[in-house]
C-alpha cells in the first residue's frame, strides 16, 4: 500500500532539495608561512563558485599568476575538500625572482629586440619577471610584421643565476615567411594596376608585414580619385597569402569659374572679366588627367592653358606631362608656349620632374617696336612638388604646398641669341589654430635672369589668383614676389569667412621700376550641393597712392566637383 503524501510536504521538500544543490562552493588559499599567504591573499584571486568546475580553473589561475610575477618554483602542494562547501589549496611559494637574463642566439633581429626597451650592451634581453609575457608577445608581433605570422617565441634551458635572477635561451619555431600570392580589390575593382605597383608600391611576391600593408593603402586617402573604405585585411591558408584591399571611387573632376567686375579707369564704366576651368581625372580609369583653362579679362587679354598628364606610362615608374599655352594681349602679341616633363612619384608627398619648355612670341603691331618683337626661347628645367593634404577637411583639402622650379636655356630674337635662366616658387600652408580658426598663407615668385629683356616675354601676376585687388594679369615683372594672407573663421564645416591682407614686390627693367603692392579686403566661402562658392571684396594700391573705392574687385568663383 502507498501512502498518501500531503501536498504541501512535498512542497517543502522540492524547496530544501533545490536550496541543498544550489549551495556555492568556496576556496581558501594558504601558503606554507603567513608570509606567503598574504602574498597570495594580495593577488585578489576568486573565492566564491556556483560549481567545481570554475573553482578548479580558478585554482589553476593562480598558480599561473604567481609564476608571472616570479615565483618560478612555486608549487601546489595540496587541493583538498574540508567540507561540504569549502577546499583548501595549499601552496609553496619558495624564492621569488626579480629578473630573467636572456640570450638570443642571433635568431631574432637585433633591431626587434631594441624596440623592447630591455637589450643590454651585451645584446642579452634582461627583463623584469612580470614584464617577460608582454615582451615576448611584442617581440613576436614584430617578427609577424616583417613577414613570419605564425612565429612563437619560447624560452628554453630556465636556470638560477642567484637568488633573485635567472638566465634562460630564446628559440623560435621555424616557420616560413609569407609572400603576398594575391591581390584582390574590394569596391573600386578597376583601380589602376600601376597605382597599386607603382604608387603604393604593393605587388605579389613581396615579403607580406600587415604594418607595412596599412601604412602603404593609408596613402590612397593622398590620391584626388580614390579612397581608402576600410583597412586591408588578409586571408591566411596553409600555402597562400591573400591580401584584401577596400577602395572607393571618389568625385574628382572639378569645374571652376568666376566673374569679376570693376570700373576702366578711363571710361568710368564697369568692364567684366572672367576665367573657366576645367580638370578631368581618372574618368579612363587610368590616373589620367586634363585640365583646360580658358580665361579673358578686362585688359583684351586671352589664355588658353590645356594639360595632359599620364602616370606610370607602359607601367613605369615614370609618369609624362604636356602643356600647350597661348596667350594674346589685345592686338600687340601672342606667345604660345609648349612643354613636356618627365615626372617619378618618390612617394605620395613628393615628385621631382625633368622636362623642356619652348617659347614662340609673335609681334602683332603694325610698327616695329624694341619692347615687343618675335623671338623664341628654349629651356631646360627641373621641377620638385611635395603636397601635404587634410582629406578631413573638405573646404580646404591641402594642407601644405611647395612647388619649386629652375630653368636654363637660350632666348633668340633678330639674330641675337642669349642665355636666359628662369626661377619660379609656388608654396602655401594653413595653420590649423583650433577646429574654427586657421591661418593661410601664400607665397609665389617668379625671377627671369637675362641680359636684356622683352615686353612680351615677361612674367605676368595680378588678380586673384595673385595679388588680389588688381586686375588680371595687368602686372609685369622680371622679377616678382606676391604674400598672400588670409585669417578664416568656419561658421560651421560648410561656410568660411575671411580677412585678404596681400602684399608684392615688383621690378621691371624695361620701364626701370620698382614697387610695393598692396590689397586688403575680405571675403567667405559657403560650400553648398552645387559646389564651393567664394566672393571676395578686395581694394588694390601701390606704395604711395590712397584706397579708393572706386578701385575695389570683387571676385564671385564657383568650383563644382562631379
Do not use: C
Not at 109 to 131: E, F, M
Not at 365 to 381: E, G, K, V, W
Not at 382 to 388: A, D, I, S, V
Not at 469 to 483: A, P, R, T
Amino acid at each position: 500500500m502507498f501512502r498518501k503524501i500531503s501536498p504541501i510536504l512535498l512542497l517543502l521538500y522540492l524547496l530544501w532539495s533545490t536550496e541543498m544543490f544550489a549551495q556555492n562552493l568556496y576556496l581558501t588559499s594558504v601558503g606554507s608561512s603567513e608570509k606567503e599567504t598574504k602574498t597570495i591573499d594580495s593577488l585578489g584571486y576568486q573565492n566564491t563558485f556556483t560549481n567545481y568546475i570554475d573553482l578548479e580553473t580558478e585554482v589553476n589561475l593562480l598558480k599561473k599568476r604567481l609564476t608571472t610575477i616570479g615565483y618560478i618554483e612555486s608549487q601546489l602542494l595540496s587541493f583538498n575538500k574540508q567540507n561540504d562547501t569549502t577546499y583548501l589549496a595549499a601552496f609553496s611559494l619558495k624564492n621569488k625572482y626579480e629578473s630573467i637574463i636572456i640570450e638570443h642566439n642571433g635568431l631574432v633581429d637585433i633591431s626587434i629586440l631594441k624596440l623592447s626597451g630591455y637589450l643590454n650592451k651585451n645584446n642579452q634581453l634582461v627583463i623584469p619577471i612580470d614584464h617577460v609575457e608582454s615582451t615576448l608577445q611584442s617581440i613576436n608581433s614584430e617578427i609577424a610584421n616583417r613577414g613570419n605570422p605564425f612565429s612563437t617565441l619560447i624560452v628554453n634551458d630556465i636556470k638560477a643565476i642567484d637568488s633573485k635572477t635567472l638566465s634562460g635561451s630564446l628559440s623560435v619555431s621555424e616557420s616560413k615567411s609569407r609572400t603576398i600570392d594575391k591581390l584582390v580589390l574590394k569596391g573600386y575593382e578597376k583601380f589602376p594596376e600601376s597605382f597599386i605597383k607603382r604608387y603604393l608600391k604593393i605587388k605579389t611576391g613581396q615579403t607580406f608585414s600587415l604594418n607595412t600593408v596599412k601604412e602603404k593603402t593609408a596613402s590612397l586617402n593622398d590620391l584626388v580619385f580614390a579612397n581608402q573604405i576600410k583597412d586591408p585585411e588578409v586571408l591566411f591558408t596553409r600555402d597562400s597569402t591573400i591580401l584584401y584591399m577596400y577602395i572607393e571611387k571618389a568625385r574628382s573632376n572639378t569645374f571652376d569659374g568666376f566673374l569679376g567686375f570693376g570700373t576702366n579707369e578711363a571710361t568710368n564704366k564697369i568692364e567684366f572679366d572672367g576665367y573657366l576651368d576645367l580638370k578631368l581625372t581618372n574618368n579612363l580609369n587610368y590616373g589620367e588627367s586634363l585640365k583646360l583653362l580658358y580665361k579673358s579679362d578686362e585688359n583684351d587679354q586671352q589664355t588658353f592653358d590645356l594639360k595632359l598628364g599620364a602616370p606610370y606610362i607602359f607601367n613605369s615608374p615614370v609618369g609624362i606631362d604636356l602643356n600647350l599655352n597661348i596667350f594674346k594681349r589685345d592686338s600687340s602679341f601672342v606667345t604660345v608656349t609648349q612643354a613636356a616633363k618627365l615626372n617619378y612619384q618618390i612617394n605620395s608627398k613628393h615628385v621631382i620632374s625633368a622636362g623642356i619648355n619652348s617659347v614662340n612670341s609673335t609681334d602683332l603691331l603694325d610698327m616695329p617696336s624694341a619692347l615687343i618683337t618675335d623671338y623664341s626661347s628654349n629651356q631646360y628645367f627641373l621641377n620638385y612638388t611635395y603636397t601635404k593634404r587634410q582629406n578631413y577637411d573638405l573646404l580646404f583639402p591641402i594642407n601644405f604646398l611647395f612647388d619649386i622650379t629652375t630653368g636654363l636655356g637660350n632666348r633668340s630674337y633678330e639674330n641675337i641669341d642669349e642665355q636666359q635662366s628662369n626661377f619660379y616658387m609656388n608654396t602655401f600652408k594653413i595653420f590649423n589654430l583650433n577646429d574654427k580658426n586657421s591661418v593661410y598663407g601664400k607665397i609665389s615668385a617668379n625671377y627671369l635672369v637675362s641680359d636684356t629683356y622683352l615686353e612680351n616675354e615677361l612674367p605676368r601676376f595680378g588678380g586673384i589668383n595673385s595679388i588680389r585687388g588688381f586686375e588680371e594679369n595687368s602686372l609685369i615683372g622680371n622679377i616678382y614676389g606676391v604674400l598672400n594672407t588670409e585669417y578664416r573663421y568656419k561658421l560651421n564645416n560648410s561656410i568660411y569667412v575671411h580677412s585678404v591682407i596681400d602684399a608684392a614686390y615688383f621690378e621691371n627693367q624695361i620701364a626701370n621700376q620698382k614697387g610695393k603692392l598692396f590689397g586688403f579686403g575680405f571675403g567667405f566661402g559657403l560650400l553648398t550641393k552645387a559646389g564651393l562658392f567664394r566672393f571676395n571684396y578686395t581694394s588694390g594700391k601701390t606704395e604711395n597712392q590712397k584706397f579708393r573705392l572706386s578701385d575695389s574687385k570683387i571676385h564671385l568663383s564657383l568650383t563644382t566637383t562631379f
